[in-house]
Nanobody, 119 residues
């Protein structure tokens, strides 16, 4: 059974940085696509970034392009989201998600980690 556990959230000042981690377990992920989503209070969940496990191909939401970087470590089965130049509008619960690379919808989700950007 696939399990995703996020960590690394917290409170940071505008302009600061945070690195989120997602520990993935339960199977091999070489044929999977991993992603980060976020949900701010009163808003719908939105896509942030994605990476294919095998080739490492990435894609980003326009709102985070150039500021966030998604990566993965195959040795530890961990996906990262490096966030820089954080803005108050980045405040949200961030979720890690996974799915087989041939499936559009994400089948597996973590419990989320809170990121708050405030002075």
């Amino acid at each position: 059974q696939v399990q995703l556990v996020e960590s690394g959230g917290g409170l940071v000042r505008p302009g600061g940085s945070l690195r989120l981690s997602c520990a993935a377990s339960g199977r091999t992920f070489s044929d999977y696509r991993m992603a980060w989503f976020r949900q701010a209070p009163g808003k719908e969940r939105e896509f942030v970034a994605t990476i294919t496990w095998s080739a490492g191909r990435t894609a980003y939401a326009d709102s985070v392009k150039g500021r966030f970087t998604i990566s993965r470590d195959s040795a530890t089965n961990t996906v990262f989201l490096q966030m820089t130049s954080l803005k108050p509008e980045d405040t949200a619960v961030y979720y890690c998600a996974a799915t087989h690379a041939t499936i559009v919808d994400y089948a597996y989700w973590g419990q989320g980690t809170q990121v708050t950007v405030s002075s």
